[in-house]
């Protein structure tokens, strides 16, 4: 089964400090990962999208890690801000077809000052 | 260049009722999707679409459920005789192309069914 597990499900830090998000997955074929942010009561909005031959990739401060082996994904944010309290959608697709795609239920990061 | 747009945001209906969420892509996109959050969990996919024609809708209901993306204006999603169960957030994404292309996600349409 398709599936896309993320951990933790929520997560406190300080303002200031990193943190790292984790995505596991067992979607096959493969085809691409992206890493989502979905402030509260709006749409989500791309942050990464990774595709099998990648295995980094970076936004400002956000930088995703991909392990096509391992079937593994991390977001890691450095120097939070308070901006970052958000919920991190893992997303994986599936290749051939309509490519579509596999939600995790995303991890809710808040960032306290 | 405006981002999808849905309206309306909030939709209040009974048990029942129809409901109709619209949704404009972004301009130049030709493809759209649709998905569902249910409160505390993740966005589902519903059902793809180009223009005039149904890629992918194999995560649509199949009673009461419909969509449509026609040749001239918006995608509309169509819930006939709502029930308390339809109650969730519905977001439209769109995209230029399909595969690795970004889909960019309208701000949804929270549909209350009393």
């Known amino acids: 089964k398709n599936q896309v597990e993320q951990s933790p499900q929520s997560l406190i830090i300080l303002e200031g400090k990193n943190c790292t998000l984790q995505c596991n997955y067992t979607v096959s074929p493969f085809s691409n990962l992206r890493w989502y942010k979905q402030d509260t009561g709006r749409g989500p909005v791309s942050l990464t999208i990774?595709?099998?031959?990648?295995n980094t990739k970076s936004n400002g401060r956000y930088t995703a890690t991909l392990d096509a082996d391992t079937k593994q994904s991390s977001l890691h944010i450095t120097a939070s801000q308070l901006s970052d309290s958000a919920s991190y959608i893992c997303?994986?697709?599936?290749?051939?077809?309509?490519?579509?795609?596999?939600f995790g239920r995303g991890t809710s990061l808040i960032v306290h000052p | 260049n405006a981002g999808v747009m849905q309206n309306p945001r909030h939709l209040v209906r009974r048990r029942g009722q129809e409901a109709r969420l619209r949704c404009s892509p972004m301009k130049g996109h030709s493809h759209v999707y649709w998905y569902r959050q249910l409160p505390e969990e993740g966005l589902k996919f519903m059902v793809y679409l180009q223009k005039e024609n149904i890629i992918d809708e194999s995560g649509m209901p199949k009673e009461r459920f419909s969509a449509e993306f026609p040749k001239e204006g918006p995608s509309i999603l169509r819930i006939q005789q709502v029930v308390r169960g339809d109650s969730a957030a519905y977001f439209c994404a769109s995209s230029p192309g399909y595969g690795t292309d970004t889909q960019y996600f309208g701000p949804g349409t929270r549909l209350t069914v009393l």
């Open positions: 997303v994986v697709s599936r290749s051939g077809g309509s490519y579509i795609p596999t």
């Open positions: 990774m595709t099998f031959s990648e």
